[in-house]
């Protein structure tokens, strides 16, 4: 069994050599798509949940803090929060909220006004209804801001994804 282990590790990774997979973060920080998302600018977002997304995203897209002088692409978000109250108990009275997190979001190059694109994300949590107000307000504000990261890493990974694209088909 030990003679097989060798052999079996170098079908395995000679198989997947060949199956075209790739990183798409290849060379790190100095890669085409790091390079790439950290090109993009991201205009204000409206409201409290727009400012923790809006930090997030620039957080995600550079995370080296370096500015890089005028941005190539452009990243405008719509946001629509909403608290719906779930799970009404025997009181009449609501046991369970849902937040939910939405954003349209749209990349454009810069330099010649395209559409780069043009996506929707979403994110949704429970909150537990309790009875005091104060731990209600704080798990709201705390579901507002792990929805927002949650959001800005979808948004990311989305616009990683659409420059790999774009940068496989230049080749």
């Known amino acids: 069994m030990k003679r097989l282990t060798p052999l079996l590790l170098a079908v395995a990774c000679t198989a997947l050599a060949g199956c075209g997979l790739q990183p798409m973060y290849a060379g790190g920080s100095k ?41 190539r692409y452009v990243l405008t978000v719509k946001l629509d929060e909403d608290l719906t109250g779930l799970g009404l108990l025997g009181n ?5 909220e849902r937040f939910t997190l939405r954003a349209r ?36 504000q705390t579901a507002r801001e792990n929805l927002a990261r949650d959001l800005a890493d979808r948004i990311v990974t989305s616009i990683a994804l659409r420059m790999n694209r774009r940068e496989q088909a230049a080749k």
């Open 31 to 71: 890669g085409a798509i790091a390079r790439g998302l950290a090109n993009v600018d991201v205009v204000p977002i409206e409201g409290r949940a727009g400012w923790l997304l809006r930090n997030a995203l620039r957080d995600r897209l550079a995370p080296s803090g370096v500015d890089q002088g005028a941005a």
């Open 92 to 96: 009449d009275t609501i046991g369970r």
């Open 105 to 140: 979001y749209q990349l454009v190059d810069a330099t010649n006004g395209e559409t780069v694109l043009d996506a929707t994300a979403g994110s949704d949590a429970g909150i537990d209804v309790v009875s005091s107000e104060y731990a209600i307000i704080a798990a709201e």
